[in-house]
């Protein structure tokens, strides 16, 4: 076994490991310590304990990304089957609307079980969410929360739908550096990433054909602009609750690159910002999602 190809192959694949950690001479002499007499089977070990360093991936961080996941999933899952099962209460229109919210419960079910089977896979058991672990109104379990409106009144319930799918885009995007080291459960989260975003643009279209709770002068995109909700309930601290969702979408550069009028083209603040979606901290979404979980 080669260490100085093996290492020269991680360079290639991460010009910055060694931002991550000690200088290419101390890698190689904390390698020659083990002596040459190393077993093989040890190798794995002796690389994992450089590498942790350098990207600090565990399985529990792994375990823990995907609990995370499997309860904002069970939150969405769970909202949706009830509105799929409420239709007419909540006034959602026959035809298209009702096929898209139907596919769209689907997909989450999908997802819960998905991730449910990986947890498995990995010898966790994942709580046992049911309709009754939410409170849809954001209320805390009391059921009188700001959103109680929500299997009654359509606009409300799509507005809600937009924040937790908007919410659940950034929630994949903050965590999945946590999963760089498991390409395959990387992967996982990443389809279901784009899928979230896919729903989150499919619910902004609806919330703008049916025009209610948009703020005045606001043409509601498929995307987030800025730090824009699109949402306007009339209520200011309500308001302020969902406005979390998109606190930080506001941003200009990347990588300390500006993008307004970059290259001497044309692209104004509102496209820059549409450009790039921001990620969300675990911190922050705890937060954002607290209030619609029960206990």
Same mark, same amino acid.
């Given at each position: 076994?080669?260490?100085?190809?093996?290492?020269?192959?991680?360079?290639?694949?991460?010009?910055?490991?060694?931002?991550?950690?000690?200088?290419?001479?101390?890698?190689?002499?904390?390698?020659?310590?083990?002596?040459?007499?190393?077993?093989?089977?040890?190798?794995?070990?002796?690389?994992?304990?450089?590498?942790?360093?350098?990207?600090?991936?565990?399985?529990?961080?792994?375990?823990?990304? %995907?609990?995370? /996941?499997?309860?904002? $999933?069970?939150?969405?899952?769970?909202? +949706? #089957?009830?509105? @799929?099962?409420?239709?007419?209460?909540?006034?959602?229109?026959?035809?298209?609307?009702?096929?898209?919210?139907?596919?769209?419960?689907?997909?989450?079910?999908?997802?819960?079980?998905?991730?449910?089977?990986?947890?498995?896979?990995?010898?966790?058991?994942?709580?046992?969410?049911?309709?009754?672990?939410?409170?849809?109104?954001?209320?805390?379990?009391?059921?009188?929360?700001?959103?109680?409106?929500?299997?009654?009144?359509?606009?409300?319930? %799509?507005?809600? /739908?937009?924040?937790? $799918?908007?919410?659940?885009?950034?929630? +994949? #995007?903050?965590? @999945?550096?946590?999963?760089?080291?498991?390409?395959?459960?990387?992967?996982?989260?990443?389809?279901?990433?784009?899928?979230?975003?896919?729903?989150?643009?499919?619910?902004?279209?609806?919330?703008?054909?049916?025009?209610?709770?948009?703020?005045?002068?606001?043409?509601?995109?498929?995307?987030?602009?800025?730090?824009?909700?699109?949402?306007?309930?009339?209520?200011?601290?309500?308001?302020?609750?969902?406005?979390?969702?998109?606190?930080?979408?506001?941003?200009?550069?990347?990588?300390?690159?500006?993008?307004?009028?970059?290259?001497?083209?044309?692209? @104004?603040?509102?496209?820059?910002?549409?450009?790039?979606?921001?990620?969300?901290?675990?911190?922050?979404?705890?937060?954002?999602?607290?209030?619609?979980?029960?206990?």
């Amino acid at each position: 076994m080669n260490l100085q190809n093996i290492i020269s192959e991680i360079e290639k694949v991460d010009p910055e490991v060694y931002d991550r950690m000690d200088s290419r001479r101390k890698v190689m002499q904390r390698f020659s310590t083990f002596g040459k007499t190393l077993a093989m089977a040890a190798i794995p070990s002796a690389f994992g304990a450089v590498f942790n360093k350098a990207y600090g991936q565990t399985t529990d961080d792994v375990k823990d990304v %995907l609990l995370f /996941a499997y309860l904002l $999933e069970n939150l969405e899952a769970e909202f +949706y #089957k009830k509105v @799929a099962s409420t239709f007419a209460a909540i006034g959602v229109p026959g035809g298209a609307p009702q096929t898209a919210l139907t596919t769209i419960r689907d997909h989450e079910v999908a997802h819960v079980a998905f991730l449910k089977s990986v947890l498995n896979s990995l010898g966790v058991t994942p709580p046992a969410y049911t309709a009754a672990s939410f409170d849809f109104s954001g209320g805390k379990g009391s059921g009188t929360g700001p959103f109680a409106a929500a299997f009654t009144n359509y606009a409300v319930m %799509l507005a809600v /739908a937009q924040t937790f $799918e908007d919410t659940g885009v950034r929630a +994949y #995007k903050g965590q @999945a550096p946590r999963l760089i080291n498991n390409k395959v459960v990387l992967q996982a989260a990443l389809q279901i990433h784009s899928v979230e975003a896919r729903h989150a643009s499919h619910i902004r279209q609806m919330r703008r054909s049916l025009g209610q709770l948009i703020p005045t002068g606001v043409l509601l995109q498929p995307w987030i602009t800025q730090a824009q909700s699109g949402i306007d309930t009339g209520n200011a601290s309500v308001n302020a609750a969902i406005q979390m969702s998109y606190n930080g979408e506001n941003q200009l550069s990347q990588a300390n690159v500006s993008l307004v009028n970059i290259g001497g083209q044309t692209i @104004a603040a509102t496209e820059a910002s549409e450009a790039f979606d921001e990620p969300l901290t675990k911190a922050e979404i705890t937060t954002i999602v607290s209030p619609f979980i029960v206990g």
